[in-house]
């Protein structure tokens, strides 16, 4: 948590995030900065499922793509058609504090028997679907998962601007994660 930088005003925001789409979602969301009206999305976010978190933003400002753990590797060509088709040329890349999705092993046998109980699944399928999946989402750390998918898109898509960010669930705020 000591990679975290706060936005309490306006000169918190990193010079390279200042009056970027990605500052503007700053000052939404953390600085209650009055909305302007957008016909158009100008940034893309990738942020978990997690149902303790809700963005302060405009209509229409942002495409938004929700999955475990703001893993976006799975999402790509919803990625490719907010860059493509929507014109977006900035991505904010949110994990948060406590996700799910860490240590998701720990939560193997409460997988399994929610998908019996509340699915109507079979033991065997409900185990195989775990096993099938679970690594593809597990993460190990919330700051470092998201700056390794951080850098992963910098190299897919080299001409979009992609921040790295942290919402922490306790006070609902977004954080700036500094990169070396
Ligand atoms: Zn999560």
Redesign the pocket.
Known sequence: MDRLAPVRKKEDIFPDNRDTPVGLLLEYHNLDREYKTYTQAELLVGM???NRKHLHIPDNFSYIIRS???NLRHSEFKVSYAIAVGGVKNIALI??N?????NLVERKEKFIQGLIENAGWDQERAEQHFNQFAPMFEIEN?IDFILSETRRLRSRYPKVRVAPLLYIVEDNLLYQIEEE
């Open positions: 978990c499922m997690d475990g753990g703001a994990g948060h406590n996700c799910g999705m860490v919330e």
